[in-house]
């Protein structure tokens, strides 16, 4: 009867442990998922205002964590506001934007710079494992790419889903913009882009009609494989950059037509990836950051997104080509809401930093803010402040409310050329986030504080080499 007893307590025993979800201790590290999707709009997804696009995944990730509604990208396109998110600091800094070439092409010489600490290196020092996944985009060559910036994992295209067109397929069609404006040249061997795993590129051109789903499962590969220790994971999806490309099952689901099939399939993939936090028992102590590297390619009209309320999009200083939808989610951790004080891309590094207890770097200027007290604390954010560069030139500046425009140049032959503006235009983006009444004549205490911002900015100002200029040759 005893031995019976004894069977009985240590099946319900096991019943009770194999039926319980596995947890992790309090005192362990976070761990950091930032997924980045490449030329999204402000008003891309259902919770940010889109009424087609389906995004249920990232609407539940709103619910359970904080939608932030002036969270900015550090440039309005590819190559410098990567730079600016790994690095912390404006790109201008590291050399990483330039006049001459606005972003890294396949014959482009340089990347970023081994200086540069990013924030992969900066989590190795706290015994993170580290891994990126999907568009990297500064620097194709081997001494640029991830696993020499930290990262032991890479797999993914190195640069924009639209390059490496080959010259037959440029003759026929009349040039590049004839080749990417027409979705019927949205085929595989058209872009001769290489996926590469690590060091070694394992495919080309890629098969980007599964690109996302292979994507989304590498990073779910990851999480289940790297359980037991602290990880980084950077998952810069090449979508929805055109050429769109969704797969079999994806397509033809959205309303919003083939670039709706492609926002849902990201999102889909973000529901994997939260599935497998929780099955892991990581979804407790794993802080996931979803948001853009810019604004919306408006010149490609239905194939492009939209920047909502916010005006022009990829390209331009305006609202709409650098203020991005962004979500962060660590249940249990951050109390739900809506966060309407500033933040940055820029700002990854110094609040990943201050949560993993690694100091930041004392030899360098950062632009970096810790925005862990808003995060978990409820505290006012410490950013009152943006710089919105275009190049090496700035732009326009944000403080508090006020957006100054000291130069407007619109992108793609849309939205105007460049216009130098004395004085600046003045917006109050709280009251006019879309740009259209300017109030510089109302408020010359405003515009008398911007320039005090703007001089003393500008006077510390040191420019890193121009990484981006050379291109072409050996």
């Known amino acids: 009867m005893r031995y019976v007893s004894i069977c009985i307590f240590l099946i319900l025993l096991s019943t009770l442990s194999c039926e319980s979800t596995p947890e992790k201790s309090s005192d362990s590290k976070t761990n950091f998922i930032i997924i980045f999707a490449d030329d999204l709009g402000y008003g891309d997804l259902s919770s940010f205002g889109h009424p087609t696009i389906k995004t249920p995944n990232l609407d539940r990730m709103v619910a359970e964590g904080q939608k932030w509604t002036n969270f900015y990208a550090g440039a309005s396109v590819c190559t410098p506001s990567r730079a600016a998110l790994l690095t912390g ?7 990483m934007s330039s006049n001459k070439q606005r972003v890294l ?7 970023l710079p081994s200086q540069e600490i990013t924030l992969a290196e900066q989590l190795k020092i706290a015994n993170y494992t580290t891994v990126c996944i999907g568009k990297w985009h500064l620097g194709h060559k081997e001494a640029y790419l991830p696993l020499q910036h930290g990262f032991d994992y890479y797999f993914g295209i190195p640069y924009s889903n639209d390059m490496d067109i080959p010259d037959a397929i440029l003759k026929e069609k009349g040039g590049y913009w004839e080749v990417v404006s027409d979705p019927k040249n949205n085929l595989i061997e058209n872009f001769q882009v290489p996926l590469i795993q690590n060091n070694t590129e394992i495919e080309r051109p890629a098969n980007q009609n599964n690109i996302t789903q292979r994507y989304s499962d590498e990073t779910v590969k990851f999480i289940k494989s790297n359980k037991d220790k602290p990880f980084f994971i950077y998952l810069a999806h090449n979508l929805p950059h055109i050429p769109l490309f969704a797969s079999e099952e994806a397509l033809g689901k959205s309303s919003r037509g083939i670039y ?40 490609f009209n239905d194939q492009g997104g939209s920047a909502g309320l916010l005006r022009a999009g990829k390209g331009t200083t305006w609202e709409g080509g650098m203020r991005e939808p962004t979500v962060f989610w660590a249940p249990g951790k951050i109390a ?17 930093s201050t949560l ?8 360098r200027i950062l632009d970096s803010y810790d925005l862990s007290p808003l995060l978990f604390e409820n505290q006012n954010a410490k950013r009152n402040q943006f710089f919105y560069y275009r190049g090496t030139d700035l ?17 793609y032959g849309l939205y105007g050329g460049k216009e130098i503006h004395n004085p600046p235009l003045l917006y109050n983006l709280n009251h006019d986030p879309s740009e259209e009444y300017n109030i510089a004549d109302q408020h010359p205490e405003v515009l008398e504080a911007m320039n005090k911002l703007v001089a003393a900015h500008q006077e510390k ?4 080499e121009d990484q981006l200029k050379d291109r072409g040759g050996e």
């Open 89 to 95: 600091r404006l790109p201008i800094r590291s050399g």
């Open 105 to 111: 092409f396949p014959d482009s010489h340089h990347g």
């Open 260 to 299: 709706g099939d492609v926002v849902e399939e990201i999102d889909h993939g973000i529901g994997k990836i939260i599935q497998a936090l929780k099955e892991e028992g990581l979804d407790k102590n794993t802080l996931v950051v979803f948001t853009s590297d810019n604004g919306p390619w408006t010149a």
């Open 336 to 352: 739900p809401g809506i966060v309407d004080q500033l933040g940055s891309t820029l700002d990854l590094f110094h609040t990943f």
């Open 356 to 363: 993993a207890g690694v100091p930041l770097p004392d030899d």
């Open 395 to 411: 732009y326009a500046v944000r403080l508090g409310d006020f957006k100054a425009h000291y130069i407007t140049q619109g992108e």
């Open 461 to 464: 100002m040191v420019m890193g």
